[in-house]
């Protein structure tokens, strides 16, 4: 079998003093999507910071196709392939549409997701394309957030919380859009706080409590109940 596109592999991390990851290890296979569940404060927007190294981490603590990558600055990620959809979405709020799409496809490597194709994806965006970012409705934002981690050509995608906010028609509009990314290629670890939702979609789940992993493999090995308490920690 060929090496998962991303791995994670005994990772610690914290803030200072505060330890807030015990020992992570996961991996996400080429062309999957992986769940990242867990309550608030579990230590999964940490995770994902650790990740992409807004945080100290150790080289062999991050593999990407095989290859360490713990030592590397978050400028590296996007050019080598690793885009985020941040929590709280931080678009540049004055810029448009297209100007905040135009930035990212500049800043990312070169592929088959251009504008226009995000523009296919999200047919509302070509309408307001001129318009300024903080104009949008909060499920908007959210789809320009999506195609400004497309349009870098990425091969792994870290969505933080995609539906915070959102009405739930708004959420599933927002994750209608997951098989098309998926379909192109893309491989995606999905923070997502409605259990149901992350069963529909995920392949592979892991739940983190205080830290730490406690629950993690296929996502059809699991019940609902098995997933909740692991999420609860009871
Ligand atoms: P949420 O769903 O609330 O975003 P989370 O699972 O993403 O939760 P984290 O934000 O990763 O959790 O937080 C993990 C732990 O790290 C928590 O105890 C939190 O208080 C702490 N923490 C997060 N950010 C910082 C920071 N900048 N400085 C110090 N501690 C932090």
Same mark, same amino acid.
């Given at each position: 079998m060929s090496d998962p596109i991303l791995a994670v592999h005994g990772l610690s991390a914290g803030y200072g003093d505060f330890q807030a990851l015990f020992d992570v290890s996961f991996a996400l296979e080429e062309g999957g999507l992986l769940g990242l569940v867990g309550a608030n404060g579990a230590g999964k927007s940490t995770l994902f910071k650790a990740i992409l190294g807004q945080l100290p981490r150790k080289r062999d603590m991050v593999h990407f196709r095989g290859q360490p990558i713990g030592h590397l600055k978050t400028e590296v990620m996007l050019?080598?392939?690793?885009?985020?959809?941040?929590?709280?979405? @931080?678009?540049?709020? +004055?810029? !448009?549409?297209?100007?905040?799409? =135009?930035?990212?496809?500049?800043? *990312? /490597?070169?592929?088959?997701?251009?504008?226009?194709?995000?523009?296919?994806?999200?047919?509302?965006?070509?309408?307001? @394309?001129?318009?300024? +970012?903080? !104009?949008?409705?909060?499920?908007? =934002?959210?789809?320009?957030?999506? *195609? /400004?981690?497309?349009?870098?050509?990425?091969?792994?995608?870290?969505?933080?919380?995609?539906?915070?906010?959102?009405?739930?028609?708004?959420? +599933?509009?927002?994750?209608?859009?997951?098989?098309?990314?998926?379909?192109?290629?893309?491989?995606?670890?999905?923070?997502e706080q409605d259990i149901e939702r992350v069963r529909a979609i995920a392949d592979t789940l892991v739940c983190l409590n205080e830290g730490r992993v406690v629950l993690s493999g296929p996502t059809r090995d699991f019940t609902k109940a098995q997933i909740t308490t692991a999420y609860f920690g009871e």
């Open positions: 050019r080598l392939g690793i885009a985020q959809v941040p929590e709280g979405r @931080r678009l540049f709020p +004055s810029l !448009s549409v297209e100007e905040n799409l =135009q930035l990212a496809a500049e800043r *990312g /490597r070169k592929g088959d997701w251009t504008l226009r194709r995000v523009y296919d994806l999200f047919p509302i965006l070509r309408e307001k @394309r001129m318009a300024r +970012s903080m !104009s949008l409705s909060g499920g908007q =934002q959210q789809m320009v957030a999506i *195609g /400004r981690a497309l349009v870098a050509n990425p091969a792994v995608i870290l969505f933080d919380e995609i539906s915070l906010g959102l009405a739930p028609i708004v959420v +599933s509009d927002v994750y209608a859009a997951m098989p098309e990314i998926l379909k192109s290629g893309v491989s995606a670890i999905v923070v």
